[in-house]
């Protein structure tokens, strides 16, 4: 752990739960509070950097692990999956969710600096680091399956706690119970063309997109079930952010729509080789209107450097020479890499095309 | 009625000034009886005193409570029990949520109680509210009291005391909250009971129990006047987040609790209660009657007279 880790760590150690009993309202010894107005709760000035604890927030990693035990009152101490809940705040609104006056590239904010371990009585409306830490979490965890109890946090009280160590394979790994389905089929009220199916599968798998590229700012609900509802996310992509050009019969139809099958949907079969070759490997980056026929270039990257392969015009098994040169691969190449290739009759054949060219009908 | 109370925590006047407000009464019934045989004599007198007895501090107690934070964990009320001697299970037994099937009213083991209000189909998330007495300006429980073991102490606590009741149940009947239970099951000496602010942990500077263990502190303990200010500046800053209205602020008078919430108050349980408190009509009548001695007297005189010009005829 290097020092920021050690420090954010730190920070999490600090929360507390005021033990009952003490006086929060302040000694009784104090003299009384003069007369004044009452004070307008008001939106605090969020600490500037001079206050807060120099650790570069968002760019470093946080503690895979926080333990807060310094309650242990009528519950005992609760492990906290910081990792876990890093990666579902990917998609629920960064790290800002809970860290909510840190901005980017901002040394974190520590709760303790505007959240007092006491509550104050002159300023009632400033809520306690007991208080804020419990509606952090319980903000999301309101009523959530019911299980909004205590004990879904807390240890009991004198309970052995777990440690990080106790939580090796569990931190941080992808929620095994969120399955979703392989496609999804949705009656919309489009006429003519009602039914699009989405192929939740494809897109995570051959498309390779993440969670957080389709589900950001969605509903935790999506995953967690009705009740886990954040009310304040509205989310911010669907289908039009990647298809705003694709044509309305690509995902509409009468009936459910098979999965995408390169070979049937392009010609081109993609075989076992290509396969395994990612999208924008060959189509270049972007999705939706930028998926065009790859250029002869792009399948040189990998034909010349990765499989070692002198695929140039002298080595290729034609010889292409002069115009052949600046021919597109997929020009000969029709269908797959191995499937069937041009003939030179297709192009040069006894009939008048191309017209410059040297016609069988020449020789 | 003594004068308006010193405070229960330490930004305000030092606790020694309150001992004589809260200094247990020593009148017993017969006593009683004794004193209201005389005070009939001296009702002129005592009507007059009566309207500076409601006189309150400016600096009286309340608490807020901000619905939007209430998770319903009932922890609110495991620590009412405990502060108040009052049997209970352990904690992780108030994680039973069928509790919240059916309405629930405060009685005589549970002063106060969480419900789950009615959903209204577009919240997402259910709507609680924690119910227990309100502590009124005006209480309309005081002002039914024949005995007087209602008292509103003037920095906001309503009192009962259980050495001058007499059982009439008065005082339940007034509330306009349903809030006052009482002891039916208790063969001797049965008590009407209430939230009594815990009047006794803040004396001694310390929450009232409920609001010390709420763990969003949906439950803000302090002067009546700031928690106004604050609700005001809550619904002011987040008009999406709330309704503009303060419960509390002027039902039934005006009331110690007070509460901000999402949705309008009648749909989440509480009662629609006007702006006067129902004790005010009855006082009117009951001092207007008495002020001077002046309609007993007249009403006495004219029967005095109907008496003197009739028994004439029966001789």
């Not at chain 1, 303790?112 to 300023?123: G, L, M, T």
């Amino acid at each position: 752990m290097n020092a920021p880790q050690a420090l954010l760590l730190t920070l999490f150690l600090a929360l507390a739960w005021t033990p009952p009993g003490e006086r929060l309202h302040g000694a009784p010894t104090q003299p009384p509070a003069p007369e004044r107005a009452p004070p307008a709760p008001p939106a605090r000035p969020a600490p500037r950097a001079h206050e807060t604890t120099p650790v570069p927030a968002f760019s470093e990693p946080g503690p895979d692990v926080a333990i807060i035990d310094d309650l242990v009152n009528h519950y005992g101490p609760v492990t906290f999956d910081h990792r876990l809940h890093e990666r579902m705040s990917e998609i629920t609104g960064d790290c800002a969710n809970c860290h909510h006056e840190t901005e980017a590239n901002e040394p974190i904010t520590g709760c303790a600096e505007c959240h007092p371990r006491e509550r104050n009585a002159a300023d009632p409306g400033v809520t306690s680091l007991r208080g804020a830490i419990h509606r952090q979490c319980l903000d999301c965890h309101k009523d959530w399956s019911r299980a909004n109890s205590c004990g879904f946090c807390h240890e009991e009280a004198g309970a052995a706690m777990h440690g990080p160590e106790d939580f090796g394979e569990f931190v941080g790994a992808t929620p095994t119970h969120i399955s979703p389905a392989q496609s999804y089929t949705y009656d919309t009220a489009r006429e003519g063309l009602p039914v699009v199916t989405f192929h939740h599968e494809d897109h995570v798998q051959a498309f390779g997109l993440s969670c957080a590229d389709c589900h950001l700012n969605d509903d935790c609900e999506r995953c967690h079930g009705a009740g886990m509802a954040r009310q304040t996310v509205v989310r911010e992509r669907d289908c039009a952010t990647c298809h705003a050009d694709t044509d309305c019969v690509d995902c509409h139809d009468l009936t459910e729509k098979a999965r995408f099958d390169h070979a049937e949907r392009t010609g081109w079969d993609l075989g076992a080789a290509h396969a395994a070759v990612s999208c924008e490997d060959c189509h270049g980056p972007g999705h939706g209107a930028a998926l065009t026929v790859p250029a002869s270039l792009r399948c040189l990257a990998c034909h010349q450097e990765a499989h070692g392969v002198a695929l140039d015009a002298l080595e290729h098994p034609v010889t292409l020479a002069g115009s052949h040169a600046y021919f597109e691969c997929v020009q000969c190449h029709r269908g797959s890499a191995e499937g069937p290739r041009s003939t030179c009759v297709e192009c040069h054949d006894d009939r008048e095309f191309p017209a410059w060219s040297p016609g069988l009908a020449g020789w | 009625m003594s004068a308006p109370c010193a405070s229960t925590v330490t930004s305000r006047p030092s606790s020694q000034t309150r001992e004589p407000d809260r200094a247990q009464p020593t009148t017993s019934r017969r006593a009683f009886l004794g004193i209201s045989v005389g005070a009939t004599l001296a009702a002129p007198a005592l009507a007059a005193a009566g309207e500076h007895a409601s006189a309150l501090h400016q600096d009286r107690m309340g608490v807020l409570v901000d619905l939007t934070e209430c998770v319903g964990c009932r922890r609110c009320e495991w620590a009412c029990c405990d502060a108040n001697g009052l049997p209970h299970g352990p904690l992780h037994e108030y994680d039973d949520q069928t509790v919240f099937e059916a309405r629930r009213y405060p009685s005589p083991n549970q002063l106060t109680v969480v419900n789950r209000a009615k959903s209204d189909q577009t919240e997402r998330e259910p709507v609680h509210l924690k119910v227990q007495c309100m502590h009124c300006d005006k209480p309309a429980c005081v002002s039914a009291c024949l005995v007087g073991a209602m008292q509103k102490d003037p920095d906001g606590p309503v009192h009962y005391d259980a050495s001058r009741c007499i059982g009439c149940r008065y005082c339940m009947v007034a509330c306009p909250f349903e809030i006052l239970s009482y002891e039916y099951e208790r063969s001797l000496a049965p008590r009407v009971r209430k939230c009594e602010l815990c009047r006794d942990r803040t004396r001694d500077g310390k929450l009232p129990a409920c609001v010390e263990m709420c763990p969003v502190e949906a439950l803000t303990y302090g002067r009546r006047s700031e928690l106004l200010a604050l609700a005001h500046d809550k619904i002011a800053r987040h008009p999406d987040r709330y309704t503009d209205h303060i419960y509390g602020e002027h039902e039934a008078g005006g009331t110690s609790w007070l509460y901000i919430a999402g949705r309008d108050f009648a749909s989440l349980g509480l009662p629609t209660v006007g702006p006067k408190s129902p004790a005010a009509l009855s006082e009117a009548i009951q001092h207007g009657i008495f002020r001077g001695f002046a309609v007993p007297i007249v009403i006495a005189g004219l029967l005095g007279a109907v008496n003197h010009l009739t028994k004439e005829d029966h001789k």
